[in-house]
Structure formats: structure tokens, C-alpha cells
């Protein structure tokens, strides 16, 4: 019987449990999911498939998970990057007021597609991302043929978005995009973090997480040092026992960056079979303490937790390389503690099935193993750079761009063939996000030229920001900090 797609005589990297990797290796696709994986015959190249993929010079291997990220600033890459700490965020603030408030859509519609585009490109299968407005990029991801977890974000003391227009919003978006596009959207419950929400709102968000108990809880987790702090104001010990009090600590939870995470954090994160999503280049990128804790990754991991990289906000350090968040990981780890914090056959791990476990789809996707998804990338490893072509696993990890990639299949349909995408018209999205920029410039104070980024004052930045939720928010912090060092 014919198969729909055969790749044979390839370098084929599993990522199965026991990490097999064939120097000459076939995979045999049929009906989305992946029914053959085993070394290849003399025969291989003459199987009857709707479509042959020659392997020789080629490395094949699981798609990439984005297991955190934001994507509607798309189109402002190159804005953020050479500003400092609070000019970024107060200008990041004030534009995703706007968003919240519906303004900007020309500019986060453009963002969906040409994150889309990128992460395609680069071999990116899957993303899950907390926006403001997710319905346009789950649209977009599925058109395209990607697999993406999409919510929008919900904060009492953020914006000035009234809590109960949060939530009916919240609730529209799982009632239309949950399990979309044959499966591949996704829809997900997202409380912002634990420093700009109320317990008022995370019980709501428990009692949203309630009525739908097949969804993911993503937030930000234990990220800055007010995290712990806001959950002493909102009458908990820590915020992870607030999350415990509230019955969001379970293996439902998707938890960013866990920075600083202390060792009973790790234990109890285990115990309840939660996971974590490690963010590497945003923070090395504008990390404002060097003496600052570390996400313990290698703990967690030794503890039994599923820990997956993310790219978090791309356009604030101008990178869509996922392969880049495997080395950073790495350089970040050993430049803070020592070398020899991971090894490469771990970050490539991560990169693929330890993403996908800590999403709750490691069953599906992740690696190439009969019976699962075919969520597959074919990379040209026939290249002086990949030369002599030894620890397939350490190249990955340390020396793979996007644009290695030449091939990507998601869910059994080829979306990229020989570096040229199928399902998105590149130079259509080019021009969208051209035009969505020019109007953004003509709209604000933000001049964005070929050499320079020049975003409003900070006195107009300032009479643009929201104005009640982070009054309230500083106001709360203030006050904790005050009760915490005179212990009243």
C-alpha cells in the first residue's frame, strides 16, 4: 500500500526514549501520523508515497516547540532593542493598552502573519502564546497549517479592562477556536503572572479553569521579585501557595520562567506535575542584575518536571531562532554556575518532546515514533558549516539556524518543501506588515527608520499608559514591602 510521504536514506535524530539516531534512516508518513521509523533499505528510495524525500544530506527530526511566546508585536522588531529597561517597558505597556482597548489591529494582524511566516520558516511547528486579542493568530496559525495554543491574557491591575469584559472574552475565544483546524488550535486559560492579578482574579481563573478541565493554565510564574511579594497581599505565603489555595497548582499549568524558583518551589511543582517554560534570551538580554537567580532548570528537570524552551517576546531581542534558545540556555547556565549544566542531547530534548510534555501533548508530538503526529523538519546538513558532521546532537543544539531548514510537515501535510513555503504568500505578508508599520508610525510618536528606533517621550509615554490597574498594582506592592520589613 502506498504511504503519503517517504524520507529516506536521511540522518534521522528520533528523540524517542532511548534517543536513537540512524546515520541512514527512513520515515514513512500516512494519514497525519508517522507509521514507519527505522533504518533505511536498499529499496527505499522506490516506495510507492504521494510524495519522496531523498535524504541523503539531510537531518531529520521532530519539529521545534515554542512552549512560550507572544507574538502581536510582531511587526516591531528592532523597536525595543537598543532602548533601556523602563523605556521598553513603558513604551511595550502603553501599546498593549491600546491593544486591550481595540486599537491596532492593521498592526497585531500583521504580527500574527509574519510570526507565523517566521516560525515556519525556521521549523517552528508549534507555539503556545498568551496576546491580548489571540483570535487573529489562531486564524492565522491554522490557515497556515501550524499547531498553536492561543489565550488572551487576563489581568486586574495591568490595564483598565473591565475584569468582567476580560472574562467574556476569555470565554468567546474557547467557544470558538478550542480544537480548531483539525485539532491543531488549541485554546488555553491565561492569567497574566502573579504580580499584576488580585486573588478576586485567579479565583475566577480557577473557576474558568473549572468548566473547562481539558484546557492549559499559561502563565508567568515566580518571574520578578514582586511575584512572591503581590501573593503577600493577596494573603498567601508565597505564590505558589496562592495557586495551591485557588487549585491552579496541578499538571494543568503551564508556568513561565520560574526564575526564582527555590528549592521547595521545585518540590512542589513536581509533586503536582506541573511545568515549566524556560526562557533564556529575553532574560540574558536585558537582565538588570547580574547577581540574580538563575531559572533552575537542571533542578527542576532532575525533580521530574517537564521543562520546554521558549522564545517568549521575540521582537524585544529581534530573534525567531528557537535553535538559538538551546545554546543560550546552555551559555546562560554555564556562565552562571559552571560548564557541563546540560547536554546537547538534552537541549535538543527540550527543544522538541520535553516541549510538547510540558504543553500535555507529548503523546502526539515530539519526537518520531509509529502512531504519532507527523510533525517532522528536514534540515540540510550537507553545508561546510555542519562539517565534519559528528555529534548530530551538539550541532543542533550549538550550530542550527533557521535557515538550515528545508523542509516541514505538520500534522502530515508539507507546509515548507525545499525552503519554499506552501501555505502563506511571503511577499502578500511583507507588504501587510510594511504598510501596518508606516500607519503605526503616522498614528504615534515612534519613528522607526533603517537605522535608528525613536519612540515617544517619556512624558507622552507616561500620559499613555493605563492608568487605575497599575496605580493599584504599585499601590499593593508598596504596601506589602512596607508590611514585610516592619512585619505588621
Known amino acids: 500500500m502506498a ?11 528520533t528523540v524517542d526514549d532511548r534517543n536513537r539516531l540512524y546515520e541512514q534512516g527512513t520515515v514513512l508518513i500516512e494519514d497525519n501520523r508517522i507509521t514507519t521509523v527505522r533504518p533505511s533499505r536498499d529499496d527505499d528510495a522506490d516506495i510507492a508515497a504521494g510524495r519522496v524525500i531523498d535524504g541523503d544530506g539531510k537531518l531529520v527530526m521532530p519539529g521545534l516547540v515554542n512552549t512560550h511566546t507572544h507574538l502581536e508585536l510582531t511587526p516591531l522588531i528592532g523597536a525595543f532593542s537598543d532602548l533601556d529597561l523602563l523605556k521598553m517597558i513603558g513604551g511595550m505597556t502603553a501599546i498593549f493598552g491600546h491593544i486591550a482597548e481595540g486599537e491596532y489591529d492593521y498592526l497585531t494582524e500583521a504580527g500574527y502573519e509574519l510570526a507565523a511566516l517566521n516560525f515556519l520558516a525556521g521549523g517552528v511547528t508549534t507555539v503556545n502564546s498568551q496576546d491580548v486579542r489571540p483570535s487573529e493568530g489562531a486564524e492565522t496559525f491554522g490557515v497556515a497549517g501550524l499547531r498553536g495554543f492561543f489565550g488572551p491574557a487576563l489581568s486586574d491591575l495591568f490595564w483598565d479592562i473591565p475584569v468582567d469584559e476580560q472574562f467574556a472574552r476569555a470565554r468567546a475565544f474557547i467557544d470558538e477556536y478550542h480544537d480548531t483546524y483539525d485539532g491543531r488550535i488549541q485554546a488555553t486559560i491565561c492569567p497574566h503572572d502573579d504580580w499584576s492579578c488580585t486573588r478576586d482574579l485567579w479565583e475566577r481563573t480557577a473557576d474558568l479553569a473549572a468548566e473547562h478541565p481539558d484546557l492549559l493554565v499559561h502563565t508567568h510564574l ?6 512572591n511579594t503581590m501573593a503577600r497581599s493577596n494573603g498567601a505565603e508565597d505564590s505558589l501557595d496562592l495557586l495551591d489555595d ?20 521545585i518540590r512542589r511543582t513536581a509533586d503536582a506535575d506541573a511545568s515549566v517554560a524556560h526562557c533564556p534570551s529575553i532574560f540574558c538580554y536585558w537582565n538588570t542584575d547580574g547577581d540574580v537567580q ?21 521582537y524585544w531581542h529581534d530573534s525567531y531562532n528557537m535553535f538559538g534558545e538551546a545554546r543560550q540556555a546552555r551559555l546562560a547556565a554555564n556562565l552562571k554556575r559552571s560548564a557541563g549544566q546540560y547536554s546537547s542531547m538534552e537541549l535538543v530534548r527540550m527543544l522538541t518532546i520535553e516541549g510538547a510534555e510540558a504543553l500535555g501533548v507529548g503523546d502526539e508530538i515530539g519526537s518520531l515514533e509509529p502512531g504519532k503526529r507527523a510533525d517532522v523538519i528536514v534540515l540540510d546538513v550537507e553545508q561546510p558549516k555542519f562539517t565534519p558532521l559528528t555529534n548530530i546532537p551538539a550541532h543542533v543544539a550549538n550550530n542550527a539556524a533557521p535557515a538550515d531548514v528545508e523542509t516541514v510537515i505538520v500534522n502530515g501535510d508539507v507546509v515548507m518543501r525545499d525552503g519554499e513555503v506552501k501555505t502563506m504568500d511571503i511577499d502578500a505578508v511583507s507588504e501587510r506588515v510594511k504598510t501596518a508599520v508606516e500607519r503605526f508610525e503616522s498614528e504615534t510618536d515612534w519613528e522607526l527608520g533603517i537605522g535608528r528606533s525613536d519612540p515617544p517621550g517619556t512624558l507622552d509615554t507616561v500620559r499613555d499608559l493605563p492608568k487605575r490597574g497599575p496605580a493599584q498594582l504599585l499601590g499593593r506592592l508598596g504596601f506589602q514591602s512596607v508590611k514585610d520589613r516592619f512585619q505588621f
Open 222 to 227: 515566580l518571574e520578578l521579585e514582586a511575584s
Open 246 to 265: 485557588v487549585g491552579l497548582l496541578n499538571d494543568r499549568l503551564v508556568a513561565a520562567h520560574f526564575r526564582l524558583a527555590d528549592h521547595e518551589d
Open 294 to 314: 538563575w531559572t533552575p532548570v537542571p533542578e527542576l528537570r532532575a525533580a521530574g518536571v517537564d521543562v520546554g524552551l521558549g522564545i517568549d517576546d521575540h
Open 3 to 13: 504511504v503519503d510521504i517517504a524520507i529516506h536514506d536521511a540522518f534521522v535524530l
